[in-house]
């Protein structure tokens, strides 16, 4: 299989920290990562390297990028700085701007809750308990959760009176599936 170098797209990635090319694969990030613990095809530092080498194909033709729980464990272990998490945070924007990831995938990936309208009283109780500022309520009478800000903690899930509010359980914990 051919890797095809394509390095054109990363000056258009916003917020990509500048350390991020100085990985050395270490490890450190994936030694302390939870995602990379329940899943072992995903690794932070293999995406850093992917970024790094442009492999715009291997970073966004699957969900790896939504896996990421961003907790940020990999900032503080790195020697370098290079901040894997800021480095995935600033793809999954590219890939939302650019539509090489949709709100669907993210929700898929258990990244985003999702108000079902029909069921949505508009109480206004996501808004107020969401801690990011995720949900509003659009003039059509329902709210919606905006995918940047959405941490996928579940709090608006879980406070929702209505039962409107979904959200799929991330790749962290899967591990904690019966039956799998």
Not at 23 to 52: L, N, Q, W
Not at 109 to 122: E, F, S, T, Y
Not at 130 to 136: H, I, L
Request: aromatic content about 6%; glycine content about 6%.
């Amino acid at each position: 299989m051919e890797l095809l170098l394509e390095r054109e797209w990363l000056p258009q990635v916003e917020g990509l920290p500048e350390t991020y090319s100085q990985c050395f694969r270490c490890g450190a990030c994936s030694g302390i990562c939870p995602v990379k613990k329940t899943r072992k095809e995903f690794d932070p530092r293999v995406i850093v390297h992917a970024t790094i080498l442009g492999l715009k194909e291997k970073l966004f033709g699957r969900p790896l990028l939504w896996w990421c729980s961003q907790c940020e464990s990999c900032v503080p272990v790195c020697p370098m700085e290079v901040k894997p998490a800021e480095v995935i945070r600033a793809l999954r924007n590219y890939a939302l701007k650019t539509g090489l990831a949709t709100e669907e995938d993210l929700f898929e990936a258990g990244r985003l809750a999702r108000v079902n309208p029909g069921k949505c009283i508009v109480c206004l109780t996501c808004v107020r308990v969401c801690p990011f500022g995720a949900p509003s309520i659009r003039e059509e009478g329902y709210a919606v959760i905006d995918p940047a800000k959405c941490h996928a903690c579940g709090i608006c899930v879980r406070e929702c009176p209505a039962r409107a509010i979904e959200m799929k359980p991330a790749a962290e914990f899967e591990i904690l599936r019966v039956g799998v």
